[in-house]
């Protein structure tokens, strides 16, 4: 009689066992799950933003470039509309970086923006465009550092 007693008790703590380890695990690839989601997600959202930052980059940089024919051609000039179609398109692309990059990284690539148009009116030289160009570019890149350090 105490060996059945004792058989049945084994009996039930062995299901009690089995029971609460298969909650354990089943909490634990909830949660893995989880964080393997949230990590893809973070992945995805670093790759989109790498890649905003260098679309500005490229535009900027072709921006540049046309306002430095531009000023040279004169307002009148096919070159004056190449630039304007490249300054809309570096606008819109700062745009874009303002929703998803902090302060000052959204100040600095505005103020990049406004170089160029400071350049073309003739109130800075083409170093004050290379300089903010190059602020623009350490932002960026200072900005990405930050999101992989924070494991984005």
């Known amino acids: 009689m105490v060996s059945v007693a004792i058989t049945a008790a084994v009996g039930i703590a ?3 066992g089995a029971i609460i380890a298969a ?4 909490d634990s690839a909830r949660e893995s799950t989880r964080l393997t989601i949230t990590a893809e ?15 500005f980059m490229t535009v900027f940089s072709n921006a540049v470039t046309a306002a430095m024919e531009a000023k040279s051609a004169g307002p009148d000039s096919p070159d004056f509309a190449k630039y304007a179609a ?7 692309l700062k745009n874009e970086v303002s929703l998803i990059a902090p302060e000052p990284t959204t100040t600095i690539a505005s103020e990049a923006i406004d170089r160029l148009f400071d350049f073309l009116y003739g109130r800075c030289g083409p170093a004050a465009v290379a300089d903010a160009k190059g602020k ?17």
Do not use: F, P, T, W
């Not at 909650?23 to 089943?26: E, K, T, V």
């Not at 997600?41 to 679309?55: E, P, S, T």
């Not at 490249?86 to 819109?92: P, V």
């Open 86 to 92: 490249a300054i809309n398109d570096a606008i819109s």
């Open 41 to 55: 997600a973070d992945r995805a959202r670093l790759a989109d933003k790498r890649q905003l930052y260098a679309r």
């Open 14 to 16: 062995g299901v009690a």
């Open 136 to 152: 623009a570019l350490a932002a960026l890149r200072d900005d990405l550092d930050k999101e992989v350090e924070r494991g984005g």
């Open 23 to 26: 909650r354990i695990a089943g």
